[in-house]
T-cell receptor
Framework: SQTIHQWPATLVQPVGSPLSLECTVE??????LYWYRQAAGRGLQLLFY??????ISSEVPQNLSASRPQDRQFILSSKKLLLSDSGFYLC???????????????FGPGTRLLVL | AQSVTQPDIHITVSEGASLELRCNYS??????LFWYVQSPGQGLQLLLK??????LVQGIKGFEAEFKRSQSSFNLRKPSVHWSDAAEYFC?????????FGAGTRLAVHP
């Protein structure tokens, strides 16, 4: 069966520091991968998605970047964190392929980031 | 443009009461619709999905949803709510390489 991991689970970082959040998927190959952010009391905002190694699409221009160095690894990064980067970051995967609207996404447990 | 509206931000029900969470979507083609649930501090768990066929869809944890094309709705229902159902519920419509989520409905359950 497929599983998705995210780490760390919780992170407290000072403003201006770098960020690296990691997401890995097991039990599937060539998945589509997604990064979402959920600010306190708000819905989910899609940040990035990837349909393959090295292929990243950005949904919201901002202080963050994403990379996919391996098929089942997705990394969210920042060179300098802002206070507004605080939130709950969720990684998700879907079976990939056609990129059709019918693909179910499966979510990881999330990383809670607090920028002080 | 594709969008999902969940009109109710918060809903409170008594344990054992019935529940209906509303979801309206805007999508140009045949929609693929999803309901997810999120417990505090957790990721999202898929409750059910509609792709085609029977418009009444059964999901996990006793939930069901009905697709009504004429009303552009996909409301989630449960006949008898349990205290463990307290969580946030998200409706979503499938787009190309993405899901478009509603803002969520937070459900509180009174004993």
């Amino acid at each position: 069966s497929q599983t998705i991991h995210q780490w760390p689970a919780t992170l407290v970082q000072p403003v201006g520091s770098p960020l690296s959040l990691e997401c890995t998927v097991e039990g599937t190959s060539n998945p589509n991968l997604y990064w979402y952010r959920q600010a306190a009391g708000r819905g989910l905002q899609l940040l990035f998605y990837s349909v393959g190694i090295g292929q990243i699409s950005s949904e919201v221009p901002q202080n963050l970047s994403a990379s996919r160095p391996q098929d089942r690894q997705f990394i969210l990064s920042s060179k300098k964190l802002l206070l507004s980067d605080s939130g709950f970051y969720l990684c998700a995967w879907s079976s990939g392929g056609s990129g059709g609207a019918s693909e179910t996404q499966y979510f990881g447990p999330g990383t809670r980031l607090l920028v002080l | 443009a594709q969008s999902v509206t969940q009109p109710d931000i918060h809903i409170t029900v008594s344990e054992g009461a019935s529940l209906e969470l509303r979801c309206n979507y805007s999508y140009g083609a045949t929609p693929y619709l999803f309901w997810y649930v999120q417990s505090p501090g957790q990721g999202l768990q898929l409750l059910l999905k509609y792709f085609s066929g029977d418009t009444l869809v059964q999901g996990i944890k006793g939930f069901e949803a009905e697709f009504k094309r004429s009303q552009s709705s996909f409301n989630l229902r449960k006949p008898s709510v349990h205290w463990s159902d307290a969580a946030e519920y998200f409706c979503a419509v499938g787009g190309y390489n993405k899901l478009i989520f509603g803002a969520g409905t937070r459900l509180a359950v009174h004993p």
